[in-house]
C-alpha cells in the first residue's frame, strides 16, 4: 500500500507516522514545512495525549500556560482583566501531559512531528506539488522534478491546497476566517490573553511563547473587515498592553483558517474513491476558539487507522464517516455558540460571571484546555445556578 501525503503539518505527519508504523509505504511531499504559522500555538493537554509516544513535549522550548487573562470587550483598561487560573485538570494524568494547555512555536512544534515521520519510515519529498491526476486507480502527485505514483491521497496541505482544489470544491465565504496580527519579538508574558472584539464577530489573542508573542485578531473573512483591520487592532491592543515599540519588533502575519461547522454534516468535503481530506484542509477548526491542532491530529489518527484496518475495501468511507459522527457535531455546536459569545452584551455578561463565580471560571478553564465538549455545556451552565448567564446560552440548541 503506497500512501501519498500532500502536507506536513500536524495533521500529514501523525498520518505518515501511523502509517509508516503499520507497515505501510508513505510519502510525504512538502516544500515549506516546518516553518511558523500564525496562529496561536496553543497545544492543548488532550492533543498532547495523541502525541504522547510520538514527541517529548518536555524537551521543547515551550511556555507552560497556568493562566488566561480574560479582558471587557473593546477597552483598553487591562484594570477590568479576570484572571482564571489554568491548574492541571483532577484525575488520573500522564507524566508526559503536565499541564493543560502548552503554548509552542510551530516551526518546532511541526519540525518535531516530521522529523518523527520520518523516523518511523516515511519519505520526504521536499518539493511542492504542481499537479494531481487520477489515472484509472492511481493517483499522479506531479512535481517540478517528476510524477509520483500513489494508491491513495491524503491532502493535508491547508485550506488552500492543491488536494482540495483538484479533488473537493473551494470553502464557502461563510467557512473561512481571517486572522491577522503580529508576532512580538523582544517581549513574552506567562499568561495568554482573551478578549471579544464587538467591531467584527470575533476575537483577540495574545499567546506567549519563549521569546515572543503572537497577538492578533480573528474574525469571519466574509465581513467587510481587511487583515489591515484586524492588524490596526492588534497593534492598538499591543501598544496599549506592552508599549512596544520600545525594543520590539513587529512581523506581521495574516492566515485564512477554515471551520466546516458553518456547514451542514451532508455539505462537507471529507473524502472520496481514494482521497482524504484533513486538518484544515478538511475545515477541522474549532468555530469558536479557531484551535485546529487537535483536529489535524485526531484526522491523521483516523485516516492512517482507516487505512492500516484489516478488511477496510473503502477506507475514506470509513474516515468520513467517523468525522461526521465525532468531530462535526462538536464543531457545529461551536458555531452556533460563536453566534452569541461574541455579542456585545454576552461578551459583558461573560466576563462578569467569570470575576463573580467560580464555577463559571471551572466551566471557562475546561472549555480552554479542551476537557469540557460543547456538548453538555449548556447542561453545565445550569448546574452553575448562574441564570442569566446560563438564560442567554439557552437560546442555542447546544446539547
Not at 521543547?60 to 479582558?71: F, G, H, L, Y
Not at 460543547?374 to 447546544?398: D, F, I, M, N, S
Amino acid at each position: 500500500m503506497h500512501v501519498a501525503i500532500v502536507g506536513g503539518g500536524p495533521a500529514g505527519a501523525m498520518a505518515a507516522i501511523r502509517l509508516a508504523r503499520a507497515g505501510a509505504s508513505v510519502t510525504i511531499f512538502d516544500a515549506s514545512h516546518p516553518r511558523e504559522k500564525p496562529c496561536g500555538g496553543g497545544v492543548t493537554g488532550r492533543a498532547l495525549a495523541l502525541i504522547a509516544d510520538v514527541v517529548d513535549i518536555a524537551s521543547m522550548p515551550a511556555v507552560m500556560v497556568k493562566a488566561a487573562i480574560v479582558e471587557e470587550p473593546d477597552t483598553t483598561d487591562v484594570m477590568s482583566a479576570v484572571t482564571v487560573r489554568l491548574p492541571p485538570s483532577p484525575g488520573p494524568r500522564r507524566t508526559d501531559t503536565p499541564t493543560d494547555l502548552v503554548v509552542i512555536s510551530r516551526e518546532i512544534f511541526d519540525k518535531a512531528l516530521l522529523d518523527a515521520a520520518v523516523r518511523s519510515g516515511a519519505q520526504l519529498i521536499a518539493e511542492k506539488v504542481t499537479d494531481i491526476s487520477r489515472l484509472d486507480r492511481a493517483w499522479s502527485v506531479r512535481t517540478a522534478h517528476r510524477a509520483h505514483a500513489a494508491e491513495l491521497l491524503l491532502g493535508a496541505d491547508g485550506a488552500g491546497g492543491i488536494v482540495r482544489k483538484k479533488v473537493a470544491r473551494p470553502f464557502l465565504p461563510s467557512e473561512i476566517s481571517l486572522a491577522a496580527g503580529y508576532f512580538v519579538h523582544g517581549i513574552s508574558a506567562p499568561d495568554i490573553a482573551i478578549q471579544s472584539m464587538t467591531q467584527q464577530p470575533g476575537y483577540l489573542w495574545s499567546f506567549p511563547r519563549p521569546d515572543h508573542l503572537a497577538v492578533g485578531v480573528c474574525a469571519p473573512a466574509g465581513g467587510s473587515t481587511t487583515s489591515n483591520d484586524l492588524r490596526r487592532q492588534s497593534l492598538a491592543w499591543i501598544h496599549s498592553h506592552h508599549n512596544a515599540g520600545a525594543g520590539c519588533r513587529l512581523e506581521p502575519y495574516a492566515w485564512p483558517i477554515p471551520s466546516a461547522g458553518f456547514n451542514t454534516a451532508a455539505g462537507l468535503c471529507l473524502a472520496g474513491p481514494g482521497w482524504m481530506l484533513l486538518g484544515d484542509a478538511a475545515g477541522l477548526v474549532d468555530p469558536l476558539t479557531r484551535e485546529g491542532i487537535y483536529y489535524a491530529l485526531l484526522s491523521g489518527a483516523w485516516a492512517a487507522e482507516a487505512i492500516a484496518a484489516r478488511g477496510a475495501s473503502r477506507p475514506e468511507a470509513v474516515y468520513a464517516d467517523r468525522v461526521r459522527h465525532e468531530i462535526y457535531p462538536e464543531l457545529a455546536r461551536a458555531a452556533r455558540l460563536s453566534g452569541l459569545f461574541f455579542s456585545p452584551g454576552f461578551s459583558r455578561l461573560f466576563v462578569s460571571a467569570l470575576r463573580e463565580s467560580a464555577a463559571i471560571r471551572a466551566v471557562f478553564r475546561d472549555l480552554v484546555a479542551g476537557t469540557q465538549p460543547y456538548r453538555g455545556l449548556r447542561r453545565r451552565l445550569l448546574a452553575t445556578r448562574e441564570w442569566k448567564l446560563a438564560g442567554r446560552a439557552l437560546q442555542l440548541v447546544v446539547q
